[in-house]
């Protein structure tokens, strides 16, 4: 008796390898944008990091340049993390300063930034001066903070 090949017998078997691929194929590319939304939102943060870092450095430099008013920089000078209090500074430069710093930052406020103007008591020429800029980005809970610390010399 002679066995008959049956030639029907794979029938299908490129629509299921097809099948396969499309879903391997997309798994990847959902894996890709996921991945570049994650970039997108890493760059975010890492711009605004950076114009923080800048609106510190701003500042600063300011102050260097300004050394005989150095303490009429002090802004909102206490409180902690990024709920501050105090007065505001009455000096043109914090003042454009900080109009700065909201207009760059999402979630920043004038109140939320603070420039410290303090005299170590080791050297009373030198002032310390410590400022931080805060935010909050958008859909975020979280605030975000830089801080940026000096030693000016009088």
């Known amino acids: 008796m002679k066995h008959q090949q049956h030639p029907f017998k794979q029938q299908g078997s490129v629509l299921l390898e097809a099948l396969i691929s499309i879903l391997i194929f997309s798994i990847g590319i959902l894996g890709l944008v996921a991945m570049q939304a994650a970039a997108i939102k890493n760059s975010i943060d890492a711009k605004y990091r950076s114009d923080a870092s800048y609106l510190a450095n701003q500042v600063i430099a300011q102050m260097w340049v300004d050394r005989a008013n150095i303490d009429s920089y002090a802004h909102y000078p206490t409180g902690t993390s990024c709920t501050f209090s105090g007065s505001a500074s009455g000096n043109a430069h914090v003042t454009s300063w900080a109009a700065q710093a909201v207009a760059l930052l999402p979630g920043a406020a004038s109140n939320k930034t603070q420039i410290e ?11 310390q001066v410590k400022v931080t800029v805060c935010w909050k980005s958008p859909q975020e809970t979280v605030t975000h903070n830089f801080v940026a610390t000096a030693h000016i010399n009088q």
């Open 117 to 127: 103007v303090t005299t170590p008591v080791s050297t009373p020429d030198t002032r």
